[in-house]
């Protein structure tokens, strides 16, 4: 086809092997979208099209993904805004036939319609990082690291210490959307059998966990997050860049000097042990 169809927020483009979606910048226009950029969505990644009418003098044309196509919707896991729907585009009514011209063309190049064995729309590329309510999360493309924050990780977070997992002993991730009460994402670990659930701990208190809150973890930054990880932990290397070493950095005295203080405050509060306290600022002390 090679056509381009622009409507409200992005514009598709339509090839012979795929769509590239290019989403607009601006104020009105929701920030994930703003944060996915472009998306190519190869035609074998599609399982149907539908056109419908919407407010206010529009119509919708939607590309449903396949399951298991998109790393992103597999993530979001149905948690997602209608207006936050990547793969809607909001058109005015009067291109409502032209519309229907290229949602007709796109229905007769789809052929597949089950689930797919593999990712086939890309995951966003690392390093990826965002803030939570209770610390900082990173991903390099290899690991994902937790940095505690000393004003909202709980005690048994601190105790546990700042996490690092590597991939490869991650066998998912679940992300509770942080418009949603009590939002989350959790890192699940390979080695967890499948025939005996075991008891989870409460986000605020499972050091495989970051909670978001108000203006934290916000669906932007979360979100892509949560499918890089999973690409990455379901097929190795999807996403991840080219490594670049890079010096070791040195954390900040006064940084160090804060998770002393509030350590030795959890300590006098009797939530952190002797031993735990002495072997935490040492620990610390030694980042110096």
């Known amino acids: 086809m090679g056509d381009v169809l622009a409507g409200f927020h992005a514009a598709w483009e339509f090839e012979s092997d795929s769509v590239l979606i290019r989403y607009e910048r601006g104020i009105r226009t929701p920030k994930l979208f703003q944060a996915l950029g472009e998306r190519r969505v190869p035609l074998e990644a599609l399982a149907g099209v539908t056109l419908t009418p919407g407010r206010r003098g529009t119509v919708v044309l939607r590309v449903e993904p396949r399951p298991g196509a ?27 036939t032209l519309a229907e011209y290229y ?14 064995e593999r990712y086939l729309v890309a995951a966003p590329e ?27 990780a709980s005690s048994a977070k601190w105790k546990a ?4 997992f590597p991939v490869a002993d991650l066998g998912g991730v679940e992300w509770r959307s942080p418009e949603l009460f009590e939002g989350y994402l959790r890192l699940l670990p390979r080695d967890a059998s499948a025939s005996v659930a075991p008891a989870v701990a409460q986000a605020d208190q499972d050091p495989a966990a970051v909670v978001f809150g108000l203006g ?9 997050f949560a499918a890089a990880v999973l690409a990455a932990v379901r ?13 070791a950095a040195r954390r900040d005295p006064a940084d160090i000097a804060e998770r002393i203080r509030h350590l030795g405050e959890l300590h006098q509060a009797g939530l952190v042990t002797d031993e735990e306290f002495s072997s935490k600022k040492a620990e610390l002390l030694a980042e110096l």
Do not use: N
């Open 70 to 96: 998109d790393p992103l919707m597999e993530a979001a896991a149905g948690q997602l805004k209608e207006s936050g729907d990547p793969y809607r585009l909001v058109l005015p009514a009067e291109r409502e």
């Open 126 to 152: 690392a390093p990826l990082h965002f803030k939570a309510y209770d610390g900082k999360a990173s991903f390099d493309g290899t690991s994902v690291s937790f940095r505690w924050s000393w004003t909202g």
């Open 235 to 247: 097929e190795p290397g999807a996403g991840a860049p080219v490594p670049v070493p890079v010096p």
């Open 161 to 164: 210490g700042d996490q690092s």
């Open 103 to 116: 949602a007709d063309e796109l229905r007769g190049l789809l052929s597949e319609s089950g689930k797919t």
């Open 216 to 224: 934290y973890g916000p669906v932007h930054e979360s979100l892509p």
